[in-house]
């Protein structure tokens, strides 16, 4: 197996396209993916896996059923499974996100956005 | 299960030790850790688990058998499982580190540091 040093500011510039996120990395059966996002995503849930965000840029908020938190650069925030959740961003955001491969995004194959590798 | 938001340079501004990587979430049964690295590991490898690291801030190179990668802020990189490595650092270098809860950071239990959560 090899493995490539990714720079994460590179990648986020080979595409503009809102909400797709792209794989970067492979990680003990995980997708390492950028995504840039802006406006309001659905709200939704994963039943069986714990959902890692990372703000690079911007700032996100992530509605939670019992409250709202909200990222700007270098701040993480894990929601736990089951945990329905709606991301929004009042700007354009960058973020690094950690699912397992062939999570849907939107925790259904039928919405799910496909996922790319760049 | 609750979460909480967690701003990497806050949990960073906590503790001055090297090597010591500290627990700051939990995702997927793997530990999200913070650590701040000077000098030379030790070679070592992980037989079963890849391991992540994402530079923060200052400068990481990962000796590999087969060549360096060198690594700035807002680049990664996954060592696969069982390739041997030894992380370099000529100044201070902070890293965020995923590895599955429990696994060594030496890859071997008898010398792998505590991993405390802050």
């Known amino acids: 197996m090899t493995s490539q040093t990714v720079n994460l500011a590179e990648k986020l ?3 503009s396209e809102r909400w797709s996120p792209k794989i970067v990395a492979d ?3 995980h997708d390492v ?9 659905n ?4 039943p069986d896996t714990d959902d890692f965000f990372l703000v690079l840029k911007g700032r996100l908020r992530i509605r939670l059923r019992d409250g709202d938190v909200t990222l700007g650069p270098g701040e993480l925030y894990v929601v736990p499974k089951g945990v329905e959740h709606c991301p929004v961003a009042e700007e354009e955001t960058h973020i690094l996100l950690i699912e397992p491969a062939g999570v ?3 925790g259904d194959p039928a919405t799910a956005a496909a996922k790319n590798r760049i």
Chains 1, 2 share one sequence.
Do not use: A, I, Q, R
Not at 43 to 46: G, L, N, R, V
């Open 13 to 15: 510039s080979l595409f």
């Open 43 to 46: 709200w939704h849930s994963h």
């Open 27 to 29: 990680f003990n059966g």
């Open 104 to 106: 849907p995004n939107t």
């Open 33 to 41: 993916m950028v995504v840039k996002v802006l406006g309001e995503f």
